[in-house]
């Protein structure tokens, strides 16, 4: 009987979350919009002084953390946006293969709360995202080509800055990538919402890379535990050691003998 009404209620589940998140979903595409013109940026902007800034006393204490945590944080980048660390090598083949248009705006962490000195122009909208954004904001966005995107990515990694996709109304599995953002540790506000709020209730998503060390070729120089910007590696007794990697890259990035590489996740 359990079984029977578990099948019942799990077809028309599946039928709203597809009719709420799908890719080219109106429903889903209003959501965008609402956010993208209204709600974005101020809620950057929120998070930021309450993680970081003037409100930072919402967040230094665990009890009031962990309540906002798991009543705003943990639903918010569950079902409602978050991004993926990408490698560079990988993010230039992903924007090669981009179809339809591709454009560019202010990142909208940095207008939020005017607190970083790193380049503006790097939120490059894609999919419908692109379209959303250029109609909200026709004066900051603008189209522009792969070969523009790939410099304003490859201009951001040559500052030590760390690459993410973000993805939008994630309900029923969907993954609806819309956004290519460059971030950095001092403004990139959802990175500094997972480093407040932790993983488990602000949740970045695991990369589709992982970092793999030739222990051969390592000389344990630390300089991939000093540009990890989510701590995941150290030198210890000599060896350098990958823990939970996101997959972002700049270790590989940094490491003067090669001995870093960055493997898809699942392969030996």
């Not at 993805?167 to 290519?180: D, F, P, Q, R």
């Not at 300089?223 to 030198?235: D, L, Y």
Request: proline share 5%; hydrophobic share 40%.
């Amino acid at each position: 009987m359990k079984s029977f009404v578990g099948a019942t209620l799990l077809v028309p589940s599946l039928l709203l979350a597809h009719l709420i998140s799908g890719e080219n979903s109106p429903l889903r595409i209003l959501l965008m919009r609402v956010f993208a013109r209204w709600v974005e940026v101020p809620l950057l902007r929120l998070t930021y002084e309450g993680c970081a800034g003037r409100l930072r006393f919402l967040t230094r204490f665990e009890p009031l953390r962990s309540l906002l945590g798991i009543t705003v944080a943990y639903p918010l980048s569950r079902w409602g946006d978050t991004g993926k660390p990408m490698p560079l090598d990988a993010l230039t083949e992903y924007v090669k293969s981009l179809q339809g248009d591709v454009a560019v705006g202010p990142c909208r962490c940095r207008i939020g709360h005017r607190a970083c000195g790193h380049p503006l122009e790097t939120d490059i909208v894609m999919r419908t995202g692109a379209g959303v954004w250029l109609k909200a904001f026709p004066r900051q966005y603008r189209v522009i080509s792969r070969q523009e995107a790939l410099a304003i990515v490859e201009g951001c990694a040559d500052l030590g800055m760390f690459h993410m996709v973000f993805m939008h109304c994630m309900l029923g599995g969907a993954v609806n990538e819309y956004v290519i953002c460059n971030c950095c540790k001092d403004g990139c506000v959802p990175y500094i919402a997972n480093r407040t709020f932790g993983q488990r209730r602000f949740r970045l998503m695991r990369g589709d890379w992982i970092a793999r060390v030739d222990e051969e070729a390592c000389a344990a120089c630390g300089e991939c535990e000093a540009v990890c910007p989510f701590g995941e590696r150290r030198i210890l007794g000599g060896s350098s050691f990958v823990y939970d990697c996101y997959g972002c890259g700049l270790c590989a990035a940094a490491c003067p003998q090669g001995a870093t590489r960055m493997e898809r996740r699942g392969t030996v």
